[in-house]
């Protein structure tokens, strides 16, 4: 199966048919870097602000937002020269965000002062300063637009925003230090992991409430190092990847059923995921071995690793600009 998908791979570099880039913030290099799907190899790394974590794309793919989290600020960048063009405001400490589907609006986890804040990315003003837990961390939108959601590491709850009147207007406890929310595609299941819980609950948006946690045993592993944070969702929906942390693993959920069906080996400390377009094929972010596991997803097997900078913590994937562009982006590289 991996001589096939090595096949497979060999025969989409050549073609360069589809080809994606991910991108990788490198949280102690102060960088991001740059993987082209296509030959499943760095292509450039650019500098940005002080720690980055969470990293987005705009719709339309021209601009990246960066949490550089000590910098306390969202960065705005051109991907394509890994030019700055602007700081967002953004709070003290910024780790996660989640874009609305309307493309401008930004709402933003503030690790240090228990906030949301929720920025217009076009006119760069603040809209909101929304109260919630303390050490606010995952940030997610639904499909429709009309909720956000923000999970609190310190008080254990997932906190619910009207996204039109920019107010809390609920709470969900859920496990102990939740890191990461992701919607269903349909906006009505929510996805939480718990990072020290050891679990994921899975919500009913329509009433906010657990209804199903989501436990995970790896035979050999303490359990003690099985720490859930990314969540990825297959495009079908069937399928859940969970990032498992210092386990090194991904386990692989069945959503009809929540069963745990598998767990698939990849680097060192295992923190984020990120899908890519088609969902043939993910990746994960390794921040110990500093380096970045490919996924496939039929097999359910790892099939590569690419190294990148230290500690990477998020990935995000766009379109491939192609060879038109190529000399625009190399006149913004910085090894």
Known sequence: MIRTATLALALLAASGAGAHEIFVSNERDNTVSVI???????????????RPRGLTFSKDGRRLFV????????????????????????????????????????????????????????????????????????????????????????????????????????????????????????????????????????????????????????????????????????????????ALGPSDRVAVVDTASFKVTGYILVGRRVWHLAMLPGGTQLVTTNGVSGDVTVIDAASLKAIRSVKVGRYPWGAAVRPSPGPASAGDRSAGRAE
């Not at 082209?36 to 002080?50: K, L, Y």
């Not at 939740?178 to 929510?190: I, M």
């Open 36 to 50: 082209d799907s296509a030959t499943w190899e760095v292509a450039r790394t650019f500098p940005v602000g002080r």
């Open 67 to 242: 949490c550089a989290s000590d910098s306390d600020a969202v960065q705005v960048i051109d991907p394509d020269t890994g030019k700055l063009l602007h700081n967002l405001p953004s709070g003290e400490d910024p780790e996660q965000f989640a874009l609305a589907p309307d493309g401008r609006t930004l709402f933003i986890a503030n690790e240090n002062n228990a906030t949301t804040s929720v920025v217009d990315a076009e006119s760069r003003k603040v809209l909101a300063q929304v109260d919630v837990g303390i050490e606010p961390e995952g940030m997610a939108v639904s499909p429709d637009g009309s909720l956000a959601v923000t999970t609190s590491e310190t008080t254990n709850m997932v906190h619910w925003i009207d996204a039109k009147t920019l107010q809390a207007t609920d709470a969900t406890p859920v496990g102990q230090r939740p890191r990461h929310a992701e919607f269903t595609r349909d906006g009505r299941t929510l996805w939480v992991s718990s990072e020290i819980g050891g679990t994921v609950s899975v919500i009913d948006v329509a009433s906010r409430t657990v209804t199903h946690t989501i436990e995970f045993e790896v035979k050999g592993v303490s359990p003690d190092r099985i720490q859930p944070v990314g969540i990825a969702l297959s495009e079908d929906g069937r399928t859940a990847f969970v």
